[in-house]
């Protein structure tokens, strides 16, 4: 709760491409980013495990993610990316029907490709330990299984309350000062991208659609 306010999601052009994303007032990135292009991005605190912090670092890792989804080949881009004095994160990335989970864990960059039309749960290992994680996939599990039909409507709820859990459920508010303030979504569908961003804290919604760019180049 010590951080300032992120701004509203809005849109941005950037490198030839039209991106939008909430924006971190302070260090001017994000933790989610969409572009016309099809790609999303979201960045989390921390790889596999939790880290000691050894501060200062050379660059927000929000900023790290608008240069990555702003290039013309994410996945090659985070390849060559010099990431020393980085701290380390996860980002999963949506490019062109294809899903990746990129990782830097402080010394060496991890790349997975996984199936596009699976079901996928991601938590900051900077925020939840190992038990809490595997409690929070398993309660994943039991919302995929249990809706034969799942709708942008449907995940977005799941997301959005505490699943009476304040300390570790998927709106958190704990003792320590960190809250949730915010759930962010990306539909991708029917060459369009449906981005909608929940402020918790204003109890505001924003809704924007963005047409997803017709291109020759294969994006990778």
């Known amino acids: 709760i010590q951080r300032p306010t992120a701004v509203a999601p809005e849109f941005q052009q950037l490198a030839n491409k039209k991106i939008i994303f909430p924006k971190d007032p302070k260090a001017g990135g994000t933790w989610f980013a969409a572009s016309d292009a099809g790609v999303i991005a979201v960045l989390l605190n921390g790889a596999f495990i939790r880290h000691v912090a050894k501060p200062p670092y050379r660059k927000s890792r929000g900023l790290i993610l608008l240069e990555i989804i702003e290039s013309e080949n994410p996945v090659s881009f985070f390849n060559e990316l010099d990431l020393i004095n ?3 994160f996860t980002i999963v ?4 029907k294809n899903l990746y989970e990129l990782r830097w864990d402080g010394s060496k960059k991890y790349e997975k490709v996984l199936d596009s039309a699976g079901s996928y749960i991601w938590s900051s290992s ?3 330990s190992e038990e809490v994680i595997e409690k929070r996939r398993v309660l994943f599990e039991k919302f995929i299984h249990s809706h034969e039909v799942k709708t ?4 977005r709820h799941f997301h959005g309350y505490n699943h009476g859990d304040e300390q ?3 709106v958190i508010n704990r003792q320590t000062g960190i809250k949730t303030f915010s759930i962010t979504q990306a539909v991708v569908q029917s060459g369009n991208v449906s981005f909608v961003h929940d402020d918790l804290l204003k109890n505001q ?3 924007e659609n963005m047409l ?5 180049k294969k994006y990778k």
Do not use: D, H, R
């Not at 990335?93 to 062109?96: C, E, F, I, K, Q």
């Not at 997803?212 to 020759?216: A, F, G």
């Open 168 to 170: 570790n459920g998927f």
């Open 126 to 128: 900077t925020l939840y």
């Open 205 to 207: 919604q924003y809704k």
């Open 86 to 88: 980085i701290e380390p």
């Open 93 to 96: 990335l949506y490019s062109v």
């Open 152 to 155: 942008a409507e449907t995940i």
């Open 212 to 216: 997803i760019k017709k291109s020759k």
